[in-house]
């Protein structure tokens, strides 16, 4: 059975920075395609960042990008987004997901953490 567990969220100043970890437990190949997605109340879920070890690609939201990174160390099979430049409005619940297939093109994502909740507020 696959897990995933999120770790890092917080409160955090604007401008401040977090780390979102996300370990996975069970047989997930490293080529496999992860993702991190987030809720802010009241909105739907919309996807942030997505890598592909296997197709070599990363994808972030344009609302993150040149802020946020994603980055996986496949050796300890965990997924990283590193979150710089934190706005009020990044404020929201970050899960992290994995899909079923090496690609994230139209991926479907199987596997859901629990979540982390991040707030940026002074």
């Known amino acids: 059975e696959v897990q995933l567990v999120e770790s890092g969220g917080g409160l955090v100043q604007p401008g401040g920075s977090l780390r979102l970890s996300c370990a996975a437990s069970g047989y997930i190949p490293s080529s496999r395609c992860m993702g991190w997605f987030r809720q802010a109340p009241g909105k739907e879920r919309e996807g942030v960042a997505t890598?592909?070890?296997?197709?070599?690609?990363?994808y972030l939201a344009d609302s993150v990008k040149g802020r946020f990174t994603i980055s996986r160390d496949n050796a300890k099979n965990t997924v990283h987004l590193q979150m710089n430049s934190l706005k009020p409005e990044d404020t929201a619940m970050y899960y992290c997901?994995?899909?079923?297939?090496?690609?994230?093109?139209?991926?479907?994502?199987?596997?859901w953490g629990q979540g982390t909740q991040v707030t940026v507020s002074s």
């Open positions: 997901a994995a899909a079923r297939g090496s690609s994230c093109r139209g991926a479907d994502f199987a596997y």
């Open positions: 890598i592909s070890i296997a197709e070599g690609t990363t």
